[in-house]
């Protein structure tokens, strides 16, 4: 009886920690903004994998071409070019399929986003502006497990591209849905924290 006891109560505790998982979301609208940012880094903001994929993408000269890099943590993003346009509207068209892809070495997220990368011409950022269109649903493993279901514009200086620690000013525009709620922006200046997810 002892024995069955023990056992019983060893399968409890390994059911209550697979169920537990990571922490939620947290942070409200800024903690939904700084996700999307985050997982908009791997295509063309900077981080290793970025920039090389949307060049390659680009130089190779063909209409639709797919190329896979290693995210700056762990995981693969693969970007799918699509020169004919698509959903968004954006000087250069993609999806992003993520695959167990960090950034950060917290979180992987998996998934893919339709995507378009734009240029604007904004005062108020020196040395000029992207602006990022993001359409889909990923899901986020790790030290946060949640959601993120985004129809959303992420208006950025050009330095914050490269940026993975340190306070960071995004104009978003749109909807950002998490477990938390769901965040209706209208070209609100949000101020995150890159490289960090806020629990709940």
Same mark, same amino acid.
């Given at each position: ?25 947290? +942070?409200?609208?800024? +903690? ?60 250069? *068209? ?7 892809? !960090?950034?950060?070495?917290? !979180?992987?997220? *998996? ?33 946060? !497990? ?35 709620? !769901? ?18």
């Amino acid at each position: 009886m002892n024995r069955l006891t023990r056992l019983m109560m060893l399968s409890a505790m390994t059911l209550g920690l697979v169920a537990c998982g990571g922490a939620k979301l947290g +942070g409200g609208e800024e +903690g939904a903004a700084a996700a999307a940012f985050q997982a908009s880094q791997p295509a063309g903001r900077g981080s290793k994998t970025g920039q090389a994929l949307v060049e390659q993408a680009l130089a190779s000269g063909a209409a639709s071409i797919t190329i896979s890099a290693d995210c700056t943590k762990s995981g693969k993003a693969s970007l799918t070019l699509n020169a004919a346009g698509g959903e968004l509207d954006g000087l250069i *068209n993609y999806s992003i399929t993520y695959d167990g892809c !960090s950034e950060d070495g917290k !979180s992987e997220y *998996n998934g893919t986003m339709n995507t378009s990368l734009g240029i604007s011409i904004d005062p108020k950022y020196t040395s000029g502006a992207f602006v990022i269109a993001m359409k889909g649903k990923l899901t986020l493993e790790g030290e946060i !497990s949640d959601f993120i279901d985004a129809d959303v514009k992420l208006k950025m200086d050009f330095m914050a591209t490269s940026t993975h620690a340190g306070s960071v000013s995004l104009v978003v525009d749109g909807t950002i849905k998490t477990s938390e709620g !769901s965040y209706v922006y209208a070209n609100k200046t949000v101020a995150i924290t890159a490289g960090e997810l806020p629990k709940a």
